[in-house]
């Protein structure tokens, strides 16, 4: 990986020997300048950036997360032999949740069509990702651990059903560390309907340090606390300050030699100087063209909020973050009855963004270096769950991958006749979560942290037998 | 592994041949043939074997789990094991992957060691030490692991240096350093000691004048004189208390759902914990309250309870502090028993986690793979606890409390409230019956362009209950929505003889409220219930729904020493409780149990020093870190029992020694030999920890509200998001151990300084650095409130700027400037008055930026 460009040299010496006058000088300098290189990393803090195992094909990643197992044949995996036995009994046996409201077979409402030169089924109420179907590997052989929500999940974002465990996001910072210090590595953007299911553990270090757990900004109100300097506090007397606080704490530091911690203090009080002038642009889309703002749906009022958060979503990549989340609130693609209406309104939430994001990171040159994943924690069943949902499914479920040197216009692997079950090219949570890594540069047999007695990792191979799937790369 | 049934006439051969065949398990196997067992064989086994052909799964009928099951064989009945011709033996030959034969494992051979060792077991006959568990014999390498023996009292380690040691405790450090051929650092001075030790027992910084009272004071027991005045001081039960409270995975919420429903109970918990650490309640008398206060308190859910017997019921909540969302469970039955059997388990892993410094997670699903806890024992263990968390009896959380009463007095008290309610209800009732007629005449009243069907149509709609109106009624009563509409001061207004009756009838409801008894005080408890205990079984794979074999309460093998068996004494009469849990504190707190002791001993080493002589303070199994000076710890778990668990003893031997009081300050030749300070050939510098910062932030702006105890101060979400505390709450600058502890609403400030937000439990916290907590100290209006209330204290105390000045940093960092910091404070002070000038409210603004740099300056957040 070419290593990010020091050009302002933050390092630690060059920071305490500046004379008190022309540190605030800088600081002030900097505050107002829009900087999108990497832009003072810290010598040797927890995020410095770090080489990589291999050539990473991508360096960022956004993932689009959709709560509640979005249903596979309904979206991306259409059963022929599921419409035409539709009302009839399953025959064999079915893993469902809800014991007592297993049904009949249920056939897809939705039509399915071929989208873009790679003829790529899609359903209907997917306009927009079939304007993409061109750029996105399709995976339809999907398998997790459990058809519970939250361990499905903490499988999804860590590797195993249990809880406590780092998310792959940590991991990655963990792994390569952050390209800029002005801004949070890990960010994730919240759904102003409130936290998903599971909350915090979506984003958690969990045995990593917590310097590497996502900084959830707000989905309304302020995104970033404490960003704005006291009322009354000018930036004169906040140059100032700065001044004062770096004299006293280099008083302190040289009663304290050779102390990274002290120094990783005293250089963040500039880089938080940085950030009081970085989040606000970050966050302000207001110098977007109107062309880009109809592109994501922030003319109409159903995708407008979806599609702000996707928009961030770039802005923040484009700056050099290294890990983006979207979330829904609660779990809303968990259709357990009147499906097919859950879809509608869903579909006509995301759709359109989602696939800006991908059209917008493309022709800005983003998408090739920027992983965009779109997917659930689970799958859904064949049959009806009383007379109009569908039921948890852990054994088939389908998502989609762009940019960061994934295939374009591809599909991989197949479900059985009803897309119970993956049965081709199947491929587990490790296994993707190994070639997620794999595209970063890193190999997830050896990104390991000491936990409990040994190196555990985000795949624990040796439990697991992750394995990269060669096949969905180019 | 797969037997083809086109092997049987090979092995009917052998039979017949009349081969030599051991029936596998039958030798008597040797220490070293069991070490060779745990070590080469089990770990195989587990690794490649069990997936298919193990507790869960059972292909082609065989299982490799246990001599019997070997012996047994698959569902073709065929015999695996061939002791006299190892090559004879179908297991050989199917890792082997010779012909004929299914491949075994058939994901990939197996290493050629490995394939050797399997050989050799064979040759011993394919033993099983114990009944198949490693933890039930008492060997292997979990048998000499250092943590499983019980400790004893080393002999003091010879030093070259006989005048530094302060204490026994010294010599081991001493002995240390001097092999290395380093030397420990000299004292530390007097204000550097002060500020550390307050800090240390109080989590708050030394007034101005402890600091001057310690410098005068001359005599040779002066610093142990502080120690005594801060272990006395009822601040030092909040300190340590909160520790506790971590390791205990105590939080004032429920957690598990996104709903985190409230604890309003948890505090007295809480506030028990701080008192037993004030009255310095001996370690294994506050554990046993905790884990059995309701059978040492004798107590019956038809029974009394006395203030004295509340205190250990009250402990007894240690055992409900896991995340527990059966209150909103509301799932298929599957679910909801799923829920029930996670508080089981997590309840079960705070105890072992807590109290015995061991991950048991793993042995939920299957043997463990790092720790002598086999599958069955963890199960063992689970029943222990199970009378009390039964999920076929289930309680939800919220009725899982006793009110503070003798049975009598609660059933008086039960029917003098059921009294008033009645009487409430009649008194509210006859004003209703007085009202409708009333209330009919004025709507009438209200239609007098109507004649009397149409006023009935009126009065038939508006008494038509909703739901069963016809359409004709729903218009009506929309086109009249305001006629129809009668507010009691309507009434009042048309029939003063109503308005009297009802001002009387109000007057009577007030007087009989005044006559309800006040509420019974109430305390979340955990009990049983019941006198029957539940049968309980291992859970196949840790499933609830696949029940394997039974079993009974107990402990894990290895940590049960000849004299120290897990003993369930026969129930006093007319107990409820099983004495499970009685039993468990028996065992656990024996003098010879090898984790007891020295868990806590290394805790409190950890909240000392910043880490424990053990790195990993919830784990000292063989997974865990090696200790850096096993006697040393084994020397204070021995002091430990013979003080009679008394932890404030503990603190003055490690107080008082000199490892404790060194100099922080940098040497080369140290540094460059043990970078890390494992040695402690020098104290380290430490952050304060998220609640000391707050804590001491009020103390200096002298705000802090000193008052002990007491509900949560309730947190809040602020309109930017973040989690706060409402300036204008009563108790808004009590110390943080009263803040509301919500698992998805950590206060923000706490939360950026490390604070944990509970999931689990946590005995040992991360200490970042981020730019986040920066911009908090910067810019929070916390940190510009408490600031601001420095400044206006100052001025209080003296108008002289200088005088001030010195104050801020004697308050603030416990000493006076040095000349370096007066001048650039004097420089900083001109600068913002030249900026603040033509404010009137600039002297002010000066001042207290001043401060919030003092706060925000690493002299106060560092402790040397």
């Not at chain 1, 949070?184 to 299911?197: E, F, K, N, Q, R």
């Not at chain 2, 006959?125 to 114990?130: E, L, R």
């Not at chain 2, 109430?522 to 079984?537: C, F, G, M, W």
């Amino acid at each position: 990986m070419k290593r990010p460009l020091l050009d302002f040299a933050w390092t630690r010496r060059a920071f305490l020997t500046r004379s008190a006058g022309s540190l605030g000088a800088l600081a002030l300098s900097h505050l107002l300048a829009e900087d999108s290189r990497a832009a003072g990393a810290q010598p040797t803090g927890p995020l410095t950036p770090k080489a990589p195992h291999h050539a990473p094909r991508a360096k960022a990643v956004i993932c689009l997360f959709q709560h509640g197992g979005p249903s596979q044949m309904d979206l991306f995996d259409p059963k022929a032999e599921l419409t035409k036995r539709h009302g009839q009994a399953y025959e064999g046996q079915l893993e469902v949740h809800f014991h007592t409201q297993a049904g009949k077979l249920l056939a897809s409402p939705f039509q399915f069509r071929p989208a873009g030169a790679s003829g790529m089924q899609l359903s209907e109420l997917l306009p927009h990702t079939a304007r993409i179907a061109d750029d996105i590997t399709l995976v339809r052989s999907m398998t997790t651990e459990s058809v519970d929500h939250e361990a499905a999940l903490r499988t999804i974002h860590s590797g195993k059903i249990f809880a406590g465990r780092p998310t792959w996001g940590s991991w990655v910072l963990y792994g390569l560390g952050s390209l800029r210090q002005d801004l949070p590595a890990y960010v994730v953007l919240s759904d102003p309907g409130g936290l998903p299911v599971d909350g915090p553990n979506n984003w958690s270090s969990g045995f990593l340090p917590a310097i590497y757990q996502g900084t959830p900004f707000r989905a309304s109100g302020v995104p970033v606390t404490n960003v704005q300097p006291p009322a009354g506090v000018t930036v004169e007397a906040r140059r100032n300050q700065l001044e004062f606080l770096n004299e006293l704490n280099g008083v302190h530091l040289e009663k304290h030699p050779r102390n990274e911690e002290l120094a990783a203090r005293i250089s963040n009080y500039e880089l938080a100087a940085r950030m009081q002038a970085t989040v606000p642009e970050v966050l302000d889309i207001s110098r977007e063209t109107a062309e880009t703002r109809t592109l994501y749906g922030l003319d109409q009022p159903q995708t407008a909020e979806y599609g702000k958060r996707c928009l961030l979503a770039r802005r923040l990549v484009e700056r050099g973050v290294r890990f983006v989340q979207l979330f829904l609130s609660g779990q809303p693609w968990d259709t357990h009855s009147k499906n097919a209406e859950g879809l509608r309104n869903l579909t006509a939430r995301t759709d359109q963004a989602s696939a800006a994001l991908v059209l917008d990171l493309k022709r800005r040159g983003l998408l090739d270096s920027t992983i965009v994943l779109w997917t659930g924690e689970f799958g859904r069943l064949p049959i009806s769950q009383g007379t109009d949902g569908r039921d948890h499914n852990r054994h088939a479920f389908s998502l989609w991958l762009a940019g960061g040197g994934f295939k374009k216009g591809y599909v991989h692997g197949a479900t059985d006749d009803f897309s119970y079950r993956a049965v081709q090219d199947v491929v587990r949570v490790v296994d993707l979560q190994a070639t997620l890594l794999h595209v970063l540069g890193l190999d997830h047999r050896r990104l390991t942290y000491p936990h409990d007695g040994r190196d555990d990792s985000l795949t624990d191979v040796d439990v697991t037998k992750a394995r990269v799937v060669p096949e969905l790369l180019a | 592994m797969k037997l083809d049934s086109s092997l049987i006439p090979i092995l009917v051969g052998l039979w017949l041949g009349g081969a030599s065949v051991s029936v596998a398990g039958e030798r008597q196997s040797s220490p070293d043939d069991v070490r060779f067992f745990e070590t080469r064989i089990r770990p195989l086994l587990v690794n490649h074997c069990f997936a298919c052909h193990g507790p869960d799964k059972q292909k082609s009928g065989l299982r490799l789990d246990s001599a019997e099951a070997l012996h047994r064989g698959g569902a073709t009945g065929q015999v695996l094991i061939v002791t006299s011709q190892p090559e004879h033996s179908l297991l050989l030959k199917a890792v082997r992957h010779q012909g004929g034969v299914p491949k075994m494992p058939p994901k990939g051979k197996l290493k050629d060691q490995e394939i050797a060792d399997l050989t050799r077991w064979v040759q011993l006959g394919g033993f099983f030490p114990g009944r198949g568990s490693p933890a039930r014999t008492n060997s292997g390498p979990a048998a000499k692991h250092w943590a499983f023996q019980p400790p004893v009292d080393p002999p003091l380690p010879p030093v070259k240096d006989l005048q530094w040691s302060r204490s026994p405790l010294d010599r081991f450090i001493l002995a240390g350093l001097e092999a290395k051929g380093l030397r420990p650092s000299p004292p530390a001075d007097r204000r550097t000691l002060i500020r550390r030790v307050t800090f240390d027992l109080i989590g708050l910084p030394p007034s101005p004048d402890e600091v001057e009272a310690f410098l005068a004071d001359a005599s040779p027991d002066a610093f142990a004189r502080v120690v005594d005045r801060l272990l006395a001081s009822p601040r030092y039960g909040e300190r340590w208390g909160k520790y506790w409270l971590d390791t205990a995975g105590y939080a004032d919420s429920n957690g598990y759902f996104n709903a985190d429903s409230d604890r309003p109970l948890a505090f007295r918990y809480r506030d028990y914990v701080i008192r037993s650490f004030n009255q310095d309640k001996p370690y294994d008398r506050f554990v046993t309250e905790q884990l059995a206060g309701d059978e040492l308190a004798g107590y019956r859910p038809d029974g009394d309870v006395t203030d004295a017997m509340a205190e250990l019921l009250t402990a007894t909540h240690f055992l409900r502090n896991a995340p527990d969302g059966t209150g909103e469970s509301d799932g298929n039955p599957d679910e909801v028993r799923t829920d029930r059997f996670t508080v089981l388990e997590g309840n079960l892993q705070i105890v072992v986690n807590s109290l015995m410094g061991l991950t048991i997670q793993c042995a939920r699903c299957h043997e463990h793979k790092f720790e002598p806890i086999a599958h069955e024992e963890y199960y063992q263990l689970q029943a222990i606890l199970y009378p009390a968390y039964c999920p076929e009896r289930w309680t939800v959380p919220k009725d899982r409390i006793v009110s503070i009463a003798s049975q009598a007095r609660r059933s008086e008290h039960q029917r003098l409230t059921q009294r008033i309610d009645q009487q409430v209800k009649a008194l509210q009732e006859s004003l209703t019956t007085i009202a409708g007629p009333l209330r009919e005449q004025l709507i009438e009243d209200r239609f007098p362009d109507l004649d009397a069907a149409g006023r009935a149509t009126v009065l038939a709609a508006v008494h038509a209950p909703k739901g069963k109106r016809t359409p004709e009624q729903e218009a009506l009563l929309k086109k009249h929505a305001k006629a129809i509409q009668v507010s009691d001061d309507d009434l009042g207004q048309r029939f003063p003889e109503y308005a009297r009756v009802r001002n009387e009838v109000r007057q009577a409801i007030a007087a009989r409220e005044k006559e309800r008894p006040r509420p019974l005080e109430t305390i979340s408890i955990v009990a049983e219930k019941d006198s029957r205990p539940p049968v309980h079984h291992v859970l196949l794979r840790g499933q609830h729904n696949a029940p394997g074999k039974e079993v009974q309460p107990g402990v894990p093998a290895m940590l049960c020493g000849p004299t120290n068996p897990l003993q369930i004494l026969p129930r006093p009469e007319g107990q409820i409780s099983s004495g499970r849990r009685t039993a468990l504190a028996r065992w656990l707190t024996s003098s010879d149990h090898p984790l007891f002791a020295r868990v806590m001993v290394n805790r409190i080493w950890q909240h000392h020093f910043g880490v424990g002589l053990v790195s990993t303070p919830d784990n000292l199994g063989q997974s865990g870190a090696r200790p850096s000076h096993p006697e040393l710890l084994d020397y204070l778990a021995v002091e430990f029992v013979r003080s009679g668990f008394r932890i404030k003893t503990l603190h003055r031997l490690i107080l008082t020694s000199a490892v404790y009081r060194q100099s922080g300050t940098l040497r080369e030749e140290p540094f460059a030999a043990d970078p890390d300070n494992r040695l402690w050939w020098r104290f380290p510098l430490r952050r304060l920890d998220a609640e000391a910062l707050r804590d001491a932030l009020l103390a200096v702006s002298g705000e802090l509200d000193p008052r002990i105890g007491g509900p949560y101060v309730p947190t809040r979400r602020a309109g930017d998001g973040s989690v706060e505390i409402d300036e204008k709450h009563e108790g808004a600058r009590k110390r943080s151990i009263y803040l509301q502890q919500r698992r998805t609403q950590v206060t923000t400030l706490l939360e950026l300084f490390d604070a944990p937000a509970l999931v689990g439990n946590c005995s040992k916290r991360n200490t970042s650095t981020m730019p986040l907590q920066s911009l908090a100290l910067l810019n929070s209006s916390f940190s510009r409130a408490r600031a601001e209330a420095f400044a206006h204290r100052m001025e209080q105390e003296t108008p002289d700027p200088e005088k001030r000045l010195a104050l801020a940093f004697r308050l603030a960092c416990g000493r006076p400037p040095s000349e370096r910091e007066r001048d650039a404070s004097r420089r900083f002070q001109t600068a913002q008055q030249a900026v603040y000038g033509q404010d009137p409210a600039a002297a002010r603004k000066v001042w207290t930026d001043f401060c919030q740099m003092i706060l925000a300056s690493n002299a106060f957040l560092y402790v040397e």
